[in-house]
Nanobody, 121 residues
């Protein structure tokens, strides 16, 4: 069973950048597709991006396409979400998840604890 731990969140001004990391343990990361979701207060958990086991195939929500980049380094058992041109609407708790490529949170068995991203105006 894989365990996931996110880091890298924080407070940033609009237009700024952050890189989130998701370290996996308990299993070979190369065996898992992964995704990033986010959840703002009072809202449902929202799909952000997903990446294949090998890291060669990615898919993004329309709201982040062109601004965010998902990647994974299987040798380091770590996934990443590079977030550029951040907007206040990106403010949320960000979660990494495995093992699926679905855009629905219920399809994922493994979740991290989340990391807060706050974008100020």
């Amino acid at each position: 069973q894989v365990q996931l731990v996110e880091s890298g969140g924080g407070l940033v001004q609009a237009g700024g950048s952050l890189r989130l990391s998701c370290v996996a343990s308990g299993g070979a990361f190369s065996n898992y597709a992964m995704a990033w979701f986010r959840q703002a207060p009072g809202q449902e958990r929202e799909f952000v991006a997903t990446i294949s086991k090998s890291g060669t195939s990615t898919y993004y929500a329309n709201s982040v396409q062109g601004r965010f980049t998902i990647s994974k380094d299987n040798a380091k058992n770590t996934g990443y979400l590079q977030m550029n041109s951040l907007k206040p609407a990106d403010t949320a708790v960000y979660y990494c998840a495995a093992d699926s490529r679905a855009r629905v949170a219920a399809q994922y068995d493994y979740w991290g604890q989340g990391t807060q991203v706050t974008v100020s105006t």
